[in-house]
């Protein structure tokens, strides 16, 4: 229990160590993190919890559970990038921590630890685990799952899974299905019959008898029928109030339409998921080409009864799922296969936990002269490399886009100092503390990444900076600005915003409103600047960084009452004919 306890404290630390800093400081990433907060402020303000809108319309995209979990942290700690951002940071550490139990379960406490650990302090969790967007929601809940189900097969690993187990699957997935969708339900439920039939040990007639008794066994049916109740109510309400619109683009645009063929452009080859994983299970992915050559190894050469298969199976089943499935469809997005991490990260840590051992044995099978510490010292070098990388662009992209930041390279040294130390620990053969330099130094360096040089780099890009420079007296007014329009700026006016086709209705709208707001790019600017009222005024004006120069432009007339979302400080405002 006491073990069990400091687990607990120290993967809770990790990830909070990594996913707290800078959450309310850097504003929110176009385009998902704003589109998802305007929608819960539209919830919020209309008290409609059941159709989601942005920007005065139906946003057919993404079910609500991610807005339901915004307005609890909106609640706590206001309308601002840390109230929409506190749900995916704490629903993520819950991620975490169910990696480790799940480790703990089906290969004991030392990788329990290691799992959770790697899943703490990799690069995506780091992203995705303080997002706005529906990611962290729907991994915390297929983990959920699959730590109930690891649960039922380390209990009862040659008979079917208990109703209690089947029923907490179910409920699992049902809020998966409102998280983001088929995917929350589907995929899990494939994996766990997949394992069940890896660790059939051949007594059935033939491939389909097995196949109908791993369903059996995993009482497809029970989890299945329970998540749809959790999930169909909203589905039939949400359909009811449409009239069947939301659910038929939901389904057939957002689902099959994405599987079928690319959407916005993100398409890619069958090696896109590999380099993804690379990245974002970084620097854990120091070891990503031992990791399966040591499971094949493992599973080949230990007897079909030995439980050290229990979790090879769950774990490649599981990343198998998914990896596999968004490998196949042809929208492709990094973070369509974070639900996969805990599983790699349970094969990871198993094969740390084996080399921390000395029972690795597939590097001879490969090549006679390849040993376990040449492997480890390859990983130890790309980490370095790594850190360099960090070194020299770091101040590239600071110089570009935030000049006096290029200091933010010195981020880079955290890596390669971790890197040499690391290598020194294991040629002495203090190979634990080579690991704990490696978990220790991959939260520090994600702390630093997202605490410092994310703020830093973001604090002069987007519509949040554009609108920070505008007084407070000029920031109430009817908005609009060019098709197609920033979803940030939807967030941070509070308001809804018109979307102007072209340059002439820009130049319409600033006529005709006297409360008229315009957000333009700054390269349109000379296109509408001849033909305004002298009572217009450049409100703002943002020089280019990650994203295009943008421009404010208002008139100083009569605006009505209203707020901003954000009322930061400004400079008085700027005539036209000084631009």
Not at 67 to 93: H, K, P
Not at 478 to 498: D, K, M, N, Q
Request: charged fraction near 15%.
């Amino acid at each position: 229990m006491r073990r069990s306890l400091v687990s607990t404290l120290i993967i809770s630390a990790a990830a909070g160590c990594v996913l707290l800093p800078g959450i309310g400081a850097a504003p929110l990433w176009e385009e998902d993190e704003p589109k998802n907060a305007a929608c819960s402020l539209a919830m919020l303000d209309s008290g409609d919890w059941i159709v989601p809108t942005f920007n005065g319309e139906l946003r057919v995209e993404k079910p609500p559970l991610v807005n339901w979990i915004q307005l609890a942290g909106i609640s706590l700690l206001g309308r601002n990038e840390a109230g929409v951002r506190i749900g995916s940071v704490v629903l993520t550490v819950g991620t975490c921590l169910l990696s480790g139990w799940l480790g703990r379960l089906l290969a004991g406490p030392s990788v329990g630890l290691l799992t959770g650990l790697i899943m703490a302090s990799c690069v995506w969790t780091a992203i995705g685990g303080r997002a706005a967007t529906p990611d962290a929601p729907l991994v915390f809940c297929t983990t959920l799952a699959a730590t109930i189900f690891a649960h039922g097969l380390r209990h009862r690993p040659t008979e079917p899974l208990s109703l209690g187990h089947a029923t907490g699957i179910g409920l699992a997935c049902g809020l998966a299905i409102l998280a983001k969708g088929p995917v929350g339900l589907v995929l899990p439920l494939v994996s766990f019959a997949a394992c069940r039939w890896c660790l059939d040990r051949g007594d059935s007639a033939g491939w389909l008898a097995r196949i109908g008794t791993a369903s059996a066994a995993t009482r497809l049916l029970l989890s299945g029928g329970v998540a749809l109740a959790v999930a169909l109510p909203w589905y039939l309400l949400v359909s009811i109030k449409t009239g069947g619109r939301c659910l038929e683009e939901f389904f057939f645009v957002h689902n099959v339409g994405r599987f079928a063929a690319p959407m916005e452009g993100h398409d890619g080859s069958l090696a896109y998921y590999p380099l993804v994983l690379a990245v974002g299970l970084f620097p854990w992915s120091l070891v990503i080409l031992a990791v399966p050559l040591h499971a094949v190894f493992v599973w080949k050469t230990t007897p079909t009864t030995s439980e050290r298969r229990l979790p090879l199976a769950f774990a490649g089943c599981w990343a198998a799922a998914w990896v596999g499935a968004f490998s196949l469809a042809g929208t492709k997005l990094p973070g369509y296969v974070w639900p996969a991490y805990p599983g790699l990260a349970l094969l990871t840590a198993m094969y740390l936990a084996d080399w921390l051992d000395g029972r690795t044995g597939w590097e001879k099978s490969l090549w006679r002269r390849l040993s376990p510490a040449a492997v480890m010292h390859v990983g130890l070098g790309s980490v370095a490399l790594v850190g360099g990388g960090f070194v020299v662009g770091l101040p590239l992209v600071a110089r570009r886009f935030a000049p006096g930041q290029e200091w933010l390279g010195l981020i880079g040294l955290v890596p390669i100092a971790a890197a040499g130390l690391a290598a020194v620990a294991e040629r002495y053969g203090q190979r634990r503390r080579c690991l704990a330099i490696l978990a220790s130094s991959a939260v520090l360096l994600l702390a630093l990444l997202g605490g410092v040089a994310a703020v830093r780099l973001a604090r002069h890009q987007g519509t949040a900076s554009l609108l920070a420079a505008v007084p407070p007296s000029s920031q109430p007014g009817c908005w609009a600005g060019l098709h197609p329009i920033s979803p940030s700026l939807v967030f941070y006016t509070g308001a809804e915003v018109r979307s102007l086709p072209d340059a002439a209705a820009c130049r319409d709208h600033l006529l005709t409103d006297p409360a008229a707001r315009l957000v333009i790019r700054a390269a349109r600017l000379g296109e509408i600047l001849p033909q305004l009222p002298s009572d217009c005024r450049l409100l703002s004006l943002k020089p280019p960084s990650f994203d295009p120069a943008l421009a404010i432009i208002g008139r100083t007339g009569r605006p009505p009452a209203g707020t901003l979302a954000q009322q930061p400080p400004a400079p008085s405002q700027v005539p036209l004919e000084r631009f």
